[in-house]
Nanobody
Framework: QVQLVESGGGLVQAGGSLRLSCAAS????????MAWYRQAPGKQRELVAA???????NYADSVKGRFTVSRDNAKNTVYLQMNSLKPEDTAVYYC??????????????WGQGTQVTVSS
């Protein structure tokens, strides 16, 4: 079994910072792309940031210059450093990872989500 466990969400004032972490455990033969998504009330889930196993990144336009995604392959962990937070960043943030459980099979896994609330 594979699990993604997120941590680091919470309540912060506008302009503040938070750092999210997501650790993968279990049958992880190889972890490929990892990403953060978010879903605000009444809205669709959207990609926030993604990082490949080689370290290439991409970001949603709304977070460029404020958020930084990184990973520690030795710890099977992906991070999201969020600076200059705005009330519109308020959402449940989900970790996603494409994980090979063996040489032949890759699956997409999701974390349980962590709430980020930015007050104005």
């Amino acid at each position: 079994q594979v699990q993604l466990v997120e941590s680091g969400g919470g309540l912060v004032q506008a302009g503040g910072s938070l750092r999210l972490s997501c650790a993968a455990s279990g049958r992880t033969f190889r972890i490929n792309a990892m990403a953060w998504y978010r879903q605000a009330p009444g809205k669709q889930r959207e990609l926030v940031a993604a990082i490949t196993s080689g370290g290439s990144t991409n970001y949603a336009d709304s977070v460029k210059g404020r958020f930084t995604v990184s990973r520690d392959n030795a710890k099977n962990t992906v991070y999201l450093q969020m600076n200059s937070l705005k009330p519109e960043d308020t959402a449940v943030y989900y970790c996603n990872a494409d994980i090979q459980v063996n040489r032949n099979y890759e699956y997409s896994y999701w974390g349980q989500g962590t709430q980020v609330t930015v007050s104005s």
